[in-house]
Nanobody, 124 residues
C-alpha cells in the first residue's frame, strides 16, 4: 500500500514537500515514480527514483528533487519555485519491473500500484 501526503495550497515561487510512504513491502527494491494529473489532462510523468538513479521530466528539472529514505520506507518529492502550472493531483506509484531503462519508468503503464493522490494548488 502507498500513501501520498504533503499537498496543499502555496503561492507561486513557494515550496512543498510530498511524501510517499509504503507499507507491506520495501521501497528500496523498486522504482518509485511521481505523476500528476490536472482536470481534462492525461496523467503526466514528474520524476522517478530507482536505487541511486533519479530522473525528471523537463518541466520540473532543476526545481524538483526526488529522494529516498530507506529507514522510513518512503520517497519524497521536494518541489521548489512552484508555478501555477504545477497545480495538479500528485500520485506516487511503484513499478515491480527490474529494468535499467530510465525511459521505461516515465510511462504510467509500467507501474503496478498507486497511492491515492495528494492535491497541490499553486495560486496567489
Amino acid at each position: 500500500q502507498l500513501q501520498a501526503s504533503g499537498g496543499g495550497l502555496v503561492q507561486p515561487g513557494g515550496s512543498l514537500r510530498l511524501s510517499c510512504a509504503a507499507s507491506g513491502f520495501s521501497l528500496a527494491d523498486y522504482a518509485i515514480g511521481w505523476f500528476r494529473q490536472s482536470p481534462g489532462k492525461e496523467r503526466e510523468y514528474v520524476a522517478h527514483i530507482k536505487r541511486n538513479v533519479m530522473d525528471y521530466s523537463d518541466s520540473v528539472k532543476g526545481r524538483f528533487t526526488i529522494s529516498r529514505d530507506n529507514a522510513k520506507n518512503s520517497v519524497s518529492l521536494q518541489m521548489n519555485s512552484l508555478k501555477p502550472e504545477d497545480t495538479a493531483l500528485y500520485y506516487c506509484a511503484v513499478s515491480l519491473y527490474n529494468s535499467g531503462n530510465v525511459y521505461r519508468f516515465r510511462r504510467p503503464e509500467e507501474y503496478h500500484y498507486w497511492g491515492q493522490g495528494t492535491q497541490v494548488t499553486v495560486s496567489s
